[in-house]
């Protein structure tokens, strides 16, 4: 099945706190890639901001878009922490690597564990766009769910286009 986005797309949006530019953040789209001897989707988001830079590359399952692996490489305030996640059968081992010293903590969790930038996608590759749809996440440590509240226009590159207003429950 063809996928409603192509390899390179990129998503830029702002950053805004209290109505206020924060920074900018990308979303791109890399395509199939090998990730531990298995084809996996690469997802990477940046953000940078006032002291802030995050890039995560995002592995993801290629048929249900579930986390494989995220690498995650923080600044924060000059504060740099290298971050990686494994998704295993119901659990995630994450190894945190700040200031010199490599902290490694696991959290089980039952049922497939959701990523929220592998949800979005998958929601566009699978999704049936109907107003008031319901998507469960099972994030590692919440549980949300993503609603979709109603049909609205962005302006972006000149164009118009449709998208939709999905909130979490809970924020």
Request: aromatic residues 12%; without cysteine.
């Amino acid at each position: 099945t063809a996928l409603p986005f192509k390899r390179g797309e990129v998503i830029t949006y702002s950053i805004k706190k209290l109505a206020v530019k924060a920074g900018d953040a990308t979303l791109t789209f890399e395509g199939e890639v090998d990730v531990n001897g298995q084809p996996a989707y690469l997802i990477i988001f940046k953000a940078d901001g006032f002291n802030f830079y995050d890039e995560e590359k995002i592995y993801v399952n290629t048929e249900t878009f579930a986390p494989v692996k995220v690498e995650r490489d923080l600044n924060i305030f000059g504060s740099k922490e290298k971050i990686t996640e494994e998704y295993k059968e119901g659990k995630i081992v994450i190894t945190k690597v700040a200031g010199g010293k490599t902290e490694t903590q696991e959290i089980a969790k039952d049922g497939q564990i959701d990523n929220i930038y592998g949800t979005i996608y998958r929601y566009r590759a699978f999704g049936k766009f109907t107003p008031n749809d319901e998507v469960q996440l099972r994030l590692p440590t919440k549980d949300v769910v993503l609603k979709l509240e109603k049909p609205v226009k962005v302006k972006a590159a000149g164009k118009v286009y449709d998208a939709f207003y999905m909130p979490s429950i809970p924020s």
